[in-house]
């Protein structure tokens, strides 16, 4: 699946995390999120541990994982000290043995597993660090956007093979399989997350699940859903007008349509994160339809299908290049339905890449 994809540098990465470590002020990192193991060792097993050491990385598993370990650290090029153990603990104190300060995963770690490990530690203080390595992960490199690429052009596939069966009464749950089946008969290893069917009043709610409910002339239907290639998941969403829809049904799809194209445009290294919300949201005010778009306008993409930054009224950071993010800006009247339009686009110096490029063209005819 991945021979023809390029490589990731997972050594750089080990450097960074180091870095990252030296301005925290910690010694070692014990890395505990499955995703940030992944991330730096290519290890996709559920049980682990990572130990970033100054000089060694130490990777702790249990015998489930013994073939599957050194199979996976040996195609991601990684030098690791493999430990097979169903007791991780005493390879943590062996690898921060004599290390003054010993960073743990705040986000991640377990309170019984931080007493345990500051109780095994002697002299060594056990110091919390937040997002150490999500902050390393927001900036894509050629390898991840390959990955990230693939998947949105497999879910670009999926649709268009999908959407002729939108005007046909077919049920939210027969689209929502259709889909999934499309993406994993093109290549995809899964889905990047369940899949968003919803038509009529479900449109209405964001996180819908599919329902046996048929798709009906004079429905809006949001469509949300993604591929998932080496781990790396896409993200899209596209909404339809289903035969003959209200005036005011068409005129939500237009003002969601004109502030997605606006955050777009206004996407680039150096902008204020809030940026895109605020430009999404003003431009829906201008419909009077701000107070109906409930949600920020993007986030991050990448391992996980919401990841660092995340766009929104309390977004904090700016745009780096390299950043892979939604702009995802909807409207939601449980009377009428919702609209929600999103493309995942790389950031570049000068503005942004839109990797997901499926039509925008609302209409369906039924029969």
Not at 219 to 242: E, H, K, Q, W
Not at 253 to 265: K, L, N, R, W
Not at 296 to 315: M, V, W, Y
């Amino acid at each position: 699946m991945t021979g023809d994809l390029a490589p990731m540098d997972r050594t750089a990465r080990l450097a960074m995390t180091r870095a990252a470590m030296a301005e925290a002020a910690v010694d070692a990192l014990v890395v505990t999120k499955p995703v940030n193991i992944r991330w730096l060792t290519g290890f996709t097993g559920s049980s682990g541990m990572a130990v970033v050491g100054p000089e060694v990385l130490t990777l702790i598993t249990d015998d489930r994982y013994d073939v599957q370990v050194r199979q996976q650290v040996a195609d991601a090029a990684v030098e690791a000290t493999i430990a097979i153990t169903r007791n991780p603990m005493d390879p943590v104190t062996a690898a921060v043995a004599g290390l003054p300060a010993v960073g743990l995963e705040s986000d991640h770690v377990t309170w019984s597993q931080q007493r345990r490990i500051a109780g095994l530690l002697d002299a060594a203080t056990t110091d919390p660090t937040e997002g150490l390595v999500e902050t390393l992960r927001q900036v894509k490199d050629p390898g991840e956007i390959e990955r990230l690429k693939k998947a949105a052009a497999i879910a670009d596939d999926a649709l268009a093979a999908v959407r002729p069966e939108l005007g046909r009464g077919r049920t939210e749950v027969a689209i929502a399989r259709l889909l999934e089946r499309e993406m994993i008969d093109r290549g995809a290893d899964g889905l990047s997350f369940p899949t968003i069917v919803a038509a009529g009043p479900n449109s209405a709610k964001p996180h819908a699940t599919p329902s046996d409910r048929p798709i009906e002339d004079g429905d809006m239907v949001v469509i949300d859903f993604g591929a998932a290639v080496d781990g790396y998941g896409s993200d899209m969403t596209r909404s339809f007008l289903v035969g003959r829809v209200s005036t005011r049904q068409q005129d939500m799809f237009d003002a969601v349509i004109e502030a997605q194209a606006a955050g777009v445009a206004a996407v680039a290294a150096g902008v204020d994160e809030r940026e895109i919300d605020r430009i999404c949201r003003d431009r829906l005010a201008e419909h009077q339809l701000a107070e109906a778009f409930t949600h920020g306008a993007g986030h991050g993409i990448g391992l996980e299908i919401h990841e660092n930054p995340f766009l929104s009224t309390r977004a904090t950071g700016i745009l780096r290049s390299g950043y892979v993010i939604t702009v995802e800006p909807g409207v939601y009247l449980p009377e009428l339905g919702g609209v929600r339009i999103e493309d995942s686009v790389v950031v570049t110096r000068s503005g942004c890449e839109p990797i997901t490029k499926s039509s925008k063209d609302p209409t369906i005819v039924p029969g």
